[in-house]
């Protein structure tokens, strides 16, 4: 069983920064991917950026790509989400997940794509 526990939510203005990090409670030699989602009440759980450490490959929701950049440390117990000129529609609980059984590169950017979930760090931007 992994614990994933979520870091560096808050509340920021428009157009500053926030750095999230997700750390696993063990190293995650079995881990294929890890990813952040974000979630606003009401609406479905929305993919927003992923790491897949088969090919170093690198995903972005078009809505992340050029403000948002997802990175690990070496020991890939732990992934990053660095976060620039947010706006108000960032605001969300964000989730970070991991997939450690190896679905398919076609999911990774979807929530069944993931085994284990943290308990989500909320971001605010006021505008």
């Known amino acids: 069983q992994v614990h994933l526990v979520e870091s560096g939510g808050g509340l920021v203005q428009a157009g500053g920064s926030l750095r999230l990090s997700c750390a696993a409670s063990e190293r995650t030699f079995s881990t294929y991917a890890m990813g952040w989602f974000r979630q606003v009440p009401g609406k479905d759980r929305e993919f927003v950026a992923a790491i897949r450490w088969s090919g170093a490959q690198l995903y972005y929701a078009d809505s992340a790509k050029g403000r948002f950049t997802i990175s690990s440390d070496n020991a890939k117990n732990s992934v990053h989400l660095q976060m620039n000129n947010l706006t108000p529609e960032d605001t969300a609980v964000y989730f970070c997940?991991?997939?450690?059984?190896?679905?398919?590169?076609?999911?990774?950017?979807?929530?069944?794509?993931?085994?284990?979930w943290g308990q989500g760090t909320q971001v605010t931007v006021s505008s």
């Open positions: 997940a991991a997939d450690r059984t190896g679905y398919p590169e076609m999911v990774a950017t979807t929530t069944i794509g993931y085994d284990y």
